[in-house]
């Protein structure tokens, strides 16, 4: 968990709740190995992602677990720039592999589409604010 | 390697060392000036470890007061700790050199002594603060630490007398004046003090932080054991922690079952797999009142260093699916015991089932009975990981060497209780001519005091009370 002050992009928590959904439901008893394996990568960049906070979806009981920050217009506001910035790189290598390892055509359309939402971010939270 | 092995193995040997130099009778026997710098290098790294341990169990209260004759008599914990801390650290060889160049049996043990300090001294030193001994188990160490500076006090005079012949004449004169310090009174003081209360009958054990590196699919089976007994001591782990460690098994299991050819194995691993998904990808409904500690994400970086290892071989040795499915095991056990350790202790909470507000409930401990579905789920991977590890163990031999599971071998005595006899004998040898004649005071029986009708009781930061008195 980073340090507050943090404010996410805009985009990230609809990202998160898209491919929560994608994780959902549980793996297929018959499911290959690639599509676990997709599975695991984009699980990887969901944590990752979860790790940024700021969405209510805190694993830590304390501070104000119920309402998440303001997210403003744009950019991102945060104490440590640098590991939103690593976090967010790592997610979008993560959704890379997953499209990679995906087994149907529409889901690498889903997972590409959360891929480019998660670069979007990466690029806000770089930008000169 | 057992998580404990570093500290136990490294606070027994000093033991160890110590009683076979005080049998030894050292002040009688040649030492080249090669033994003798090996002596002085583990003499200095005794000092240091003693105050070091002294002080992290006992706190830093009163260390900086001079010693004196009212404070050991007040607080003998502090002036313990007040002597370690003056105690002459000797300029010696260094322990890559002294357990080269050591030659007589003496040399040799003081050599060996140096490396069990530097065993311990690491141990120690990477041990998460928060699980450093307290209460009695501090007590069972202040023991340890009292009866080892016995010994070295004891054997401070014989060094003296070494170094003087090797034309350190400084050097003597520091250890003999420290001698006359009042070092091996207080130090039978304390560990009188320190045993006159109830002591654990369990031994402490180091919450070790290192992870262990993985190069081989041999290192692998002790990256898993290591994983599992790092998740069993982490002081902290959050639910996201359980979460990462198990996607990383997952992953784990995957390559493994690419890698075999084996029908059974690969779809009993591929089973696994399965019924660890929902463990990895369902966002827990449980919170930690923990922040995540950096110090205890030792864990989570184990995991990722056995990912690391599999995804960078591009070519997996035949070995790697039944040291997986064989090591599985450990790691899902260690992950569920985790998981209701915490819930257990209150330390992860629940959403209140009677909260008005689900979307905003308030957090509670688990009611006894409550079903979590991140240890349901791990429940079922144990089951499953069980099952892979059987199946591992009836694939033909030829591919690997089994992980051999650790030999749970009887505690050795502590180290208090291997010290005392020598200690004792060689006091009742008399007194070194060279002291003038006198002959030492015999000290303390060092056993435990019988039990008392209310034995006090007290925590670390009121260890100077622990008084026989």
């Known amino acids: ?129 | 390697m057992s998580i404990d092995e570093d500290w136990q193995r490294g606070w027994n040997g000093i033991a160890a060392d110590l009683a076979q130099l005080l049998d030894a009778n050292t002040a009688s026997q040649p030492l080249s000036v090669a033994d003798v710098e090996a002596a002085a290098g583990a003499h200095a790294a005794l000092v240091a470890l003693l105050a070091r341990v002294h002080r992290d169990v006992a706190g830093t209260y009163n260390h900086d007061a001079a010693p004196s004759l009212r404070l050991a008599d007040e607080h003998p914990v502090a002036a313990l700790g007040s002597l370690l801390q003056r105690h002459p650290l000797l300029a010696g060889a260094a322990l890559t050199d002294s357990l080269l160049d050591a030659t007589t049996p003496p040399g040799q043990h003081w050599a060996s002594m140096g490396r069990h300090v530097a065993l311990a001294e690491h141990a120690w030193t990477t041990t998460h603060p928060s699980t450093l001994p307290r209460g009695d188990a501090a007590w069972a160490v202040v023991a340890d630490v009292a009866a080892m500076t016995q010994v070295l006090a004891t054997l401070d005079r014989d060094l003296a007398g070494h170094l003087q012949r090797q034309g350190r004449s400084a050097d003597a004169e520091q250890l003999r004046r420290a001698a006359g310090s009042g070092l091996r009174v207080v130090a039978a003081e304390v560990q009188s003090v320190a045993t006159s209360g109830p002591l654990p009958a369990q031994r402490w054990t180091p919450a070790l932080l290192t992870v262990t590196p993985v190069a081989s699919t041999e290192d692998l089976a002790r990256g898993q054991a290591r994983l599992a007994d790092l998740l069993r001591s982490a002081p902290v782990l959050t639910p996201q922690d359980v979460r990462t460690v198990a996607l990383q098994q997952l992953r784990l299991v995957l390559t493994a079952a690419e890698s075999t050819a084996e029908p059974r194995l690969r779809a009993e691993l591929m089973r696994l797999a399965v019924t660890l998904d929902p463990a990895t990808t369902r966002r827990p409904r449980v919170r930690s009142v923990d922040e995540p500690d950096p110090w205890a994400s030792a864990p989570v970086r184990q995991a990722q260093v056995l990912h690391w290892f599999v995804s960078a071989k591009s070519d997996p040795s035949p070995a790697l699916a039944t040291t997986v499915a064989s090591t599985a095991t450990v790691v899902v056990d260690a992950l569920s015991s985790a998981a209701a350790r915490n819930l257990a202790q209150g330390r992860w909470l629940v959403p209140n089932p009677d909260s008005d507000q689900p979307s905003a409930p308030l957090w509670v401990p688990s009611p006894r009975g409550t079903e979590v579905q991140l240890l349901t789920s791990l429940r079922r991977a144990q089951q499953q990981a069980a099952v892979a590890a059987s199946v591992a163990g009836t694939v033909p031999a030829g591919a690997e060497p089994q992980p051999t599971p650790q030999a749970t071998s009887p505690a050795p005595p502590a180290a208090r209780t291997v010290l005392a006899p020598a200690l004792l004998a060689r006091l009742q040898r008399g007194a070194d001519p060279a002291e003038g004649g006198r002959r030492p005071a015999v000290p303390r029986d060092p056993r435990p005091a019988p039990p008392r009708e209310a034995p006090p009781r007290v925590t670390p930061p009121d260890r100077g009370q622990r008084r026989g008195r």
């Open chain 1, 1 to 129: 968990m980073l340090n507050s002050p943090r404010v996410l992009p805009p985009q990230l928590p609809g990202v998160l709740h898209a491919l929560r959904g994608y994780l959902e439901p549980s793996a297929d008893p018959a499911a290959t190995i690639p599509a676990l394996r997709a599975r695991a990568h984009i699980t990887d960049a969901v944590i990752r992602l979860e790790n940024l906070g700021g969405t209510g979806d805190e694993d830590t009981a304390r501070g104000p677990a119920t309402a998440p920050a303001p997210a403003p217009a744009r950019g991102v506001q945060t104490g440590n720039e640098d590991g939103v910035t690593e976090l967010l790189t790592y997610a979008v290598e993560q959704l890379s592999e997953a499209v990679a390892a995906a087994v149907h055509a529409a889901d690498i359309l889903e997972l590409a589409q959360a891929r480019r939402s998660v670069q979007e971010a990466l690029v806000l939270s770089a930008a000169p604010r």
